[in-house]
């Protein structure tokens, strides 16, 4: 079952064939494409293809990203399926790995950052904003493969009501075992948001790459 199959992408900036990286976005509970795009003026970079994916109703998976796995599917699986495409679209039209970024906000930002850790290789960048790895607490992840210094940013607010600060901590340490150059970012008193701060590490990354 794909509940997120065939739901609507949207797009900004040159073809693939045209663009000289691509970003998949991915958007949080209930939100759509357009919300996670908002981030792309913010970045201000041309030559990027920017392509965020719908869920269906909005939302990837009913609970909690610290729940069991098993009660968040099909929603999880599916939003992989769903990633996974848009990589295989990216490489099939012409876009190697290392200029292909993932880039998730809240829920979002969970499912990118797992579906990359499960799928490790040299990206040109992972970004989980207010975001970590899915599972229930003593998860352990033990995912195959590696990063090859692929930069990737985890940025949160220290008192997020959806992300505890630990699981942040933990994913940034799988990420480093699995060979990534982890930068984490945890904001004081910081609202379930995007600051500017993590906008110029991200345009920092892809204007390294473009």
Same mark, same amino acid.
């Given at each position: 079952?794909?509940?997120?199959?065939?739901?609507?992408?949207?797009?900004?900036?040159? #073809?693939?064939?045209?663009?000289?990286?691509?970003? @998949?976005?991915?958007?949080? #509970?209930?939100?759509?494409?357009?919300?996670?795009? %908002?981030?792309?003026?913010?970045?201000?970079?041309?030559?990027?293809?920017?392509?965020?994916?719908?869920?269906?109703?909005?939302?990837?998976?009913?609970?909690?990203?610290?729940?069991?796995?098993?009660?968040?599917?099909?929603?999880?699986?599916?939003?992989?399926?769903?990633?996974?495409?848009?990589?295989?679209?990216?490489?099939? #039209?012409? !876009?190697?790995?290392? #200029?292909?970024?993932?880039?998730?906000?809240?829920?979002?930002?969970?499912?990118?950052?797992?579906?990359? /850790?499960?799928?490790? /290789?040299?990206?040109?960048?992972?970004? /989980?904003?207010?975001?970590?790895?899915?599972?229930?607490?003593?998860?352990?992840?033990?995912?195959?493969?590696?990063? %090859?210094?692929?930069?990737?940013? !985890?940025?949160?607010?220290? @008192?997020?009501?959806? @992300?505890?600060?630990?699981?942040? %901590? %933990?994913? /940034?340490?799988?990420?480093?075992?699995?060979?990534?150059?982890?930068?984490?970012?945890?904001?004081?008193?910081?609202?379930?948001?995007?600051?500017?701060?993590?906008? !110029?590490?991200?345009?920092?990354?892809?204007?390294? @790459?473009?």
């Amino acid at each position: 079952m794909q509940p997120h199959a065939g739901q609507p992408v949207e797009t900004r900036g040159p #073809r693939p064939e045209d663009a000289r990286a691509a970003m @998949i976005m991915i958007h949080g #509970r209930n939100a759509m494409p357009r919300s996670v795009l %908002e981030l792309v003026s913010l970045i201000g970079l041309k030559d990027v293809h920017y392509v965020a994916p719908a869920a269906a109703n909005n939302t990837w998976y009913p609970y909690s990203f610290l729940s069991e796995i098993a009660k968040n599917e099909p929603g999880i699986s599916s939003g992989y399926f769903v990633i996974d495409g848009l990589v295989n679209d990216l490489l099939a #039209r012409g !876009l190697s790995r290392e #200029r292909i970024l993932l880039l998730g906000f809240s829920q979002g930002g969970c499912l990118a950052s797992t579906y990359a /850790a499960g799928h490790a /290789a040299r990206y040109g960048g992972v970004f /989980a904003l207010s975001g970590g790895l899915i599972g229930p607490p003593g998860a352990g992840w033990d995912f195959p493969g590696s990063f %090859e210094e692929t930069p990737v940013f !985890l940025g949160c607010s220290d @008192i997020d009501n959806h @992300i505890p600060v630990e699981r942040v %901590e %933990e994913s /940034a340490e799988v990420f480093r075992r699995m060979g990534a150059t982890v930068t984490m970012k945890l904001y004081p008193n910081m609202a379930h948001t995007v600051n500017n701060d993590e906008v !110029l590490f991200i345009r920092q990354t892809l204007t390294s @790459i473009v």
